[in-house]
Nanobody
Framework: QVQLVESGGGVVQAGGSLRLSCAATGRIFRVNEMGWYRQSPGKQRELVTTITTGGSTNYADSVKGRFTVSRDNAKNTVSLQMNSLKPEDTAVYYC???????????????WGQGTQVTVSS
């Protein structure tokens, strides 16, 4: 069974920084795209960023220049460095990965349990 385990998050003042990490564990053959989504109360879950195995990245316009995603393919981990945080960044952040599990023929999508990020003004 594959799991995504997140760490990091917390409360920070506007302008501050936080770092989120996520590790994929279990019967993994290959981890493909990884990334982060977030969801604020009353809103739909939205894309924050994605990163391919080759390191190509994609960011939501709202976080470009402030957030940086990185991954370690050998450890099956993805991290999100968040700088210059704003109150509107407050949300539950979810790790996301597309993974080919051992003995399976197709990729499956997995989500972390979510971690709260709160930015106070």
């Amino acid at each position: 069974q594959v799991q995504l385990v997140e760490s990091g998050g917390g409360v920070v003042q506007a302008g501050g920084s936080l770092r989120l990490s996520c590790a994929a564990t279990g019967r993994i053959f290959r981890v493909n795209e990884m990334g982060w989504y977030r969801q604020s109360p009353g809103k739909q879950r939205e894309l924050v960023t994605t990163i391919t195995t080759g390191g190509s990245t994609n960011y939501a316009d709202s976080v470009k220049g402030r957030f940086t995603v990185s991954r370690d393919n050998a450890k099956n981990t993805v991290s999100l460095q968040m700088n210059s945080l704003k109150p509107e960044d407050t949300a539950v952040y979810y790790c996301h990965a597309t993974i080919l599990e051992r003995f399976y023929l197709r990729d499956s999508t997995y989500w972390g349990q979510g971690t709260q990020v709160t930015v106070s003004s």
